[in-house]
């Protein structure tokens, strides 16, 4: 349960590049980055090479139409469209740049160093950098992507200052940030009243997100102010997506309705307006927002998003749940652990990251699905094959672009992997803190000496944890290690004080310590909002797998490439009759006997995670 802010001490995150991927983790960002993230801009070149969008294709008054990929005709509809490079491109590149320093790829970093030299060279002498050119920039009348480009884009630029430490970068996004503030001043304009404002517009409240990173890098006040502006506006005006606005929010009888990648991306911005002020009708909107959320988390974390909520609760059949939904989801509450200091932020992450989301990735192949279901019987284009579905219906298949629906997904499975490690260590006030788990090496700093940090693990399909703590010179600090909710015993063969929500080690380090923290997972049954059971182990959910047949049905002009469809070999579900299920040896394979409703007859089957799956059943009905 996270619905609860509650006042803990806040954490600081570590910059991009102090944290580095080791074990099964760096093998997936290389594998990554040799397939859809490094080859996503040349798989579909018109969109991402040959659209200067942020340059000399800057949009203006006498562009009515642009290729995106699926618009049909030119119509006010279409409109909204004119934009979405600029979202495909940034969000594509944040995650291209993060997986080429985090893997010191040479070849790649080279390229991440060319684009930043040509989106500063676009930049104007008021510091403008963005996708409209002068006669439109500020100056519209309805849906746009003026805040939306800028955030996408400053996201990346951003990443870039970590990990290189170049100023000019820095001077460049505090200009560009200050041309807005100069155009949308506070108190006496309204940067979200439009008319018929659509997507581009109700994505720019997420502006809060260089707000507040640009207040971490300088300490400046003005940046959390402008960002507390942006959510009061935001609330007044007739946008799209009302999901977040504070009246509905503290209305009992409303009900979560919105494009699901809005209501959990603007999560960020209502926390940024209350942690700015300590505005206890804000404190109170919030948590009343993450309870809502609740109800649309199916039970692998993946938040409903097909692509919208429409008041629906999650369920593990019928709601589908989108790539950037859960990317999203998953940066929300990583800024919710940074603010709060609450490690059930943490657990909430993890569900996402080791279930929903490596249960939306082809373990077969470099493609992800756009929508996936936890129970996902097929994956032909509509959901679970519904007849009813709309007919032109795409996104339940696996793709490494999925340029038929949106070019949105695909950039954002790139930026996920690299956003959880960035986080997995953070500081507070006493030293160190282990937030999330899995293999890596981090180079931390805290007093101003270093730590180096080396975490060996198969986490999480094993759980013990092997650290090494090297320091140059003897320094006192308290490394604190979250003790995950599901994890009801641990071990350790190091001393250590046993909280709530961690274990803390405190001691005077010296040279090289090496201990162990091992974690004792138990096998649970669980059960859904519906009353069906479900199965976990430890931080993993256990899925079904079911047999399938692929079909290729598009391969690219890059050998390797293919969009595919899987139909079952034959379909069959289960019901689960309460009985014994058992634990392979040496595996992460669990066998029970389920009754084929088909058959009527009960059958062995295996249980396996969810994130080694392509059609699977996760959920099941029960019946003694």
């Known amino acids: 349960m996270v619905s609860q802010v509650k006042k803990s001490k806040a954490l600081q995150k570590i910059l991009l590049g102090g944290i580095k991927p080791e074990g099964w983790i760096k093998k997936q960002m290389q594998r990554d980055l040799s397939g859809f993230v490094g080859h996503l801009d040349q798989l579909i070149p018109e969109l991402f ?40 491109q940034s969000n594509w590149f944040d995650g291209f740049l993060r997986h080429a320093y985090l893997l010191y790829d040479k070849k790649s970093r080279s390229k991440v160093d060319t684009y930043i030299k040509y989106i500063l060279n676009t930049q104007d002498k008021d510091g403008y950098i963005g996708i409209y050119a002068p006669d439109l920039r500020y100056n519209f009348t309805g849906e746009n992507g003026e805040l939306w480009s800028k955030t996408t884009l400053y996201r990346a630029l951003l990443a870039y200052y970590e990990v290189t430490k170049n100023k000019k970068i820095l001077e460049a996004v505090i200009r560009a940030v200050q041309n807005v503030m100069d155009h949308y001043p506070v108190h006496s304009s309204s940067p979200f009243s439009f008319h018929k404002p659509y997507a581009g517009v109700s994505h720019g409240l997420m502006f809060t997100d260089i707000l507040n990173e640009l207040f971490f890098i300088t300490g400046k006040k003005i940046y959390l102010n402008y960002a507390v502006f942006l959510y009061r506006d935001y609330c007044r005006q007739d946008v799209s997506e ?102 059930q932020f943490a657990d909430q992450v993890e569900k996402i990251f080791f279930n929903a989301a490596q249960g939306a990735r082809n373990p077969e192949q470099d493609s992800i699905a756009y929508l996936k279901t936890d129970n996902s019987y097929e994956m032909c284009g509509t959901k679970n094959g519904e007849k009813d579905e709309i007919k032109k219906q795409t996104r339940y298949k696996y793709s490494p672009v999925h340029q ?12 996920i992997t690299p956003y959880f490690v960035q986080n997995m260590w953070m500081k507070d006030e006493e030293g160190l803190v282990c937030c999330l788990f899995g293999p890596c090496e981090s180079e931390l700093s805290f007093n101003g000496k270093r730590i180096f940090i080396k975490e060996t693990t198969s986490y999480p399909f094993e759980f013990s944890i092997h650290f090494e703590i090297t320091v140059e010179t003897p320094i006192n600090f308290v490394l604190k290690i979250r003790k995950p909710d599901w994890a009801k015993k641990m071990q350790s063969n190091i001393p250590c004080k046993k909280e709530k929500d961690f274990i803390s080690i405190h001691k005077l380090w010296k040279k090289k310590e090496i201990f162990q923290i091992t974690f004792e997972p138990e096998l649970k049954t669980n059960f859904t909002q519906n009353k069906e059971v479900y199965f976990s182990y430890g931080p993993l959910i256990l899925a079904l797998p079911i047999k399938a047949k692929e079909k290729i049905i598009k391969e690219y002009k890059i050998s390797g490439f293919c ?52 059609l699977r059943q996760v959920t099941f009905k029960n019946r003694k």
Not at 54 to 77: A, C, F, H, M, P
Not at 589 to 605: A, H, P, R, Y
């Open 49 to 88: 090479i040959d659209d200067k969008i942020y340059g000399k294709n800057r949009l203006t008054k006498k562009i009515r139409k642009k290729s995106v990929g699926n618009i049909q005709g030119e119509d006010e509809w279409s409109q909204q469209y004119l934009w979405w490079n600029s979202e495909s």
């Open 404 to 415: 038929d629906v949106a070019v949105c997904c695909s950039p954002n499975a790139g930026r």
């Open 563 to 614: 969009d595919t469809h899987y139909k079952p070999v034959s379909l069959k579900q289960y019901e689960y009759r309460n009985g014994k299920i058992k634990k392979k040896s040496g595996q992460l394979v669990f066998e029970t006997e389920f009754l084929n409703i088909q058959s009527g007859k009960k059958e062995t089957v295996s249980l396996i995670p969810i994130g080694k799956t392509i």
């Open 242 to 343: 009302k999901d977040i606005q504070l009246k509905n929010i503290l209305n009992k009888k409303y009900k979560l309705c919105g494009h699901g990648v809005h209501t959990y991306e603007h999560i960020r911005s209502l926390a940024s307006a209350f942690f700015a002020t300590g505005d206890l009708e804000l404190k109170k909107a919030l948590s009343i927002y993450l309870k809502r959320i609740e109800t649309t988390t199916t039970v692998s974390g993946g938040p409903v998003g097909d692509e919208w909520i429409s008041k629906r609760n999650a369920n593990a059949t019928s709601t589908g749940y989108e790539y950037c939904s859960m990317q999203e989801l998953m940066h929300s509450y990583l800024f919710l652990l940074q603010k709060t200091g609450e490690l």
